[in-house]
């Protein structure tokens, strides 16, 4: 595609190259190039050399920038507006109903350009099928979603080819795109409440964790007790185990001395 930053001569050249029709599209073509060779404007011829012959919807856009360029504009505006606004909807920063408004905007100045569409190719003996129309409003739409270049070459009316807005949310009303605008609402809706969700179940495990905490601190408590008593309970043991034996020594020695008396007794 032509590129942006041209001398004001090559500008001169391109539109007069886009305003012809596409059946006289290459013999001005080659004509131009023959031309701009022989001015040593080689560069430019190259580029001239590369375009192709436009299709009816695509001679039908640059005609409708020449003829229409304020609905042209209009057209750029919501479509970058749409572009923001689903952007931020995809963010949670705006909402459906701002969504909604601003796909209706764009809807709105794609349907005005493609009642000129429509217009126009009948004024120039054109078929304004509903085929035909739904290229027109694939490829306005296209660029005017598309990037910086594209747009540019919408608005100048120097496009050279056909286009689909696949990247994008595709042609608002069709299938792929409905469920796209569909989701950024939904994402616009249902962010607040994802969140306040999220929330609550990082409010709910933050309690569980806490009680968790909570009884392990006491069930620590509880076995420092029992190991404390434990220690005593064992203590007392060896004191009472201790005492046994003492006593059982003491029996011992007692017995000893009564055997002893006995035997003196019997003497």
Known sequence: MPRPNRSPASDAYLDQLFETTPEEFVATRNGLVAKLNALGKNQVASELKALGRPTVPVWAINQL?????????????????????????????????????????????????????????????????PGLLGRVESTLHAHAVGNSA???????????RE???????????????????????????????????????????????????????????????LKGRAERLAAEAAKVQKEAAAAEQNAADARRRWDEARRLAEL
């Open 150 to 160: 594209d747009r540019e070459l919408l608005r100048r009316g120097r496009l050279s």
């Open 65 to 129: 920038a020449r003829r229409e360029p304020d609905k042209v504009a209009a057209l750029l505006d919501a479509a970058n507006q749409l572009r923001s606004t689903q952007a931020r909807a995809l963010r949670n920063k705006t909402s459906a109903d701002q969504l909604r408004a601003a796909a209706q905007a764009e809807r709105e100045a794609l349907r005005t350009l493609l009642r000129s569409a429509q217009e126009f190719l009948r004024e120039a003996n054109r078929p304004d099928t």
């Open 163 to 225: 286009a689909l807005a696949l990247g994008f949310a595709g042609l608002l009303g069709s299938p792929g795109a409905a469920v796209a605008t569909r989701q950024a609402e939904a994402a616009a809706v249902q962010g607040p409440v994802l969140r306040q969700q999220a929330r609550a179940k990082q409010r709910a495990a933050q309690q569980a964790a806490n009680r968790l905490k909570g009884a392990a601190s006491r069930a620590q408590r509880i076995a420092e007790r």
